[in-house]
């Protein structure tokens, strides 16, 4: 079973927008940690931000925001004010405390039209 | 920090050749992982390592396999390589599991 789905393949914005990138994952585990990384056309993944199951506090840096909710199994992240330097893949990924590797998502595919 | 380094970035083989991906850990971190990105997908994990030793394998076949050097340094081996092993390798070190791991930019294989 797919641990972690994204279900948008693909998204285009024009510059300035908002968007938000949809994350739901999948775990019987009760610690767990989340994770988001940005790929851009380079290849290495960039890491954004860590989030244990214990810590539903949403999170903003900058432009960029997450919302954590256990009850629906979802980690999304915004991207307030889009711009074009912010169009990548985007991993939204899983890995459990007794394991010892990440689950990742098919990845979303931002485009920010200028 | 000088970040995880890989080497080649591009590598093109024939089907039932052997390849070695080499990986510079970033300084300071002791857990290795390797990474399978086909074209389109999300990274699937090979196997892990710490302190030299494997510390976890995921679904690919023994042919796949690995070493961790005292400074930490890391090698991917893959035998008898198959059309469908063509993909973006990605390494990645941590200083520990579960805390976040930095990527490098991969090793691009292409089987012919």
């Known amino acids: 079973a797919q641990k972690v789905t994204q279900a948008q393949t693909e998204i285009s914005v024009v510059e300035k927008e908002d968007v938000t990138l949809d994350c739901v994952y999948e775990t019987r585990d009760t610690t767990y940690y989340l994770f988001w990384y940005k790929q851009p056309p380079s290849g290495e993944l960039v890491f954004l931000i860590r989030r244990n199951s214990f810590d539903e506090q949403n999170e903003i840096s900058g432009r960029y925001s997450w919302n954590f909710q256990k009850s629906t199994s979802s980690f999304n992240f915004t991207i307030t004010a889009s711009q074009v330097v912010d169009s990548a893949v985007y991993f939204c990924?899983?890995?459990?405390?007794?394991?010892?590797?990440?689950?990742f998502g098919t990845g979303t595919s931002l485009t920010v039209i200028p | 920090e000088t970040g995880v380094t890989q080497s080649p970035t591009h590598l093109i083989k024939t089907r039932g050749q052997q390849v070695t991906l080499r990986c510079s850990s970033q300084s300071g971190h002791n857990t290795v992982s390797w990474y399978q990105q086909a074209l389109g997908q999300g990274p699937q994990f090979i196997f892990q390592?710490?302190?030299?030793?494997?510390?976890g394998r995921g679904n690919f076949p023994p042919r796949f396999s690995g070493l961790q050097f005292p400074n930490y340094s890391s090698e991917l081996n893959v035998n008898a390589l198959e059309l469908d092993d063509s993909a973006l390798y990605l390494c990645?070190?941590?200083?520990?599991?579960?805390?976040?791991?930095?990527f490098g930019s991969g090793t691009r294989l292409t089987v012919v």
């Open positions: 390592y710490y302190r030299e030793e494997e510390n």
């Open positions: 990645a070190s941590s200083p520990s599991h579960n805390y976040g791991y930095t």
């Open positions: 990924a899983l890995s459990e405390e007794k394991g010892n590797q990440f689950y």
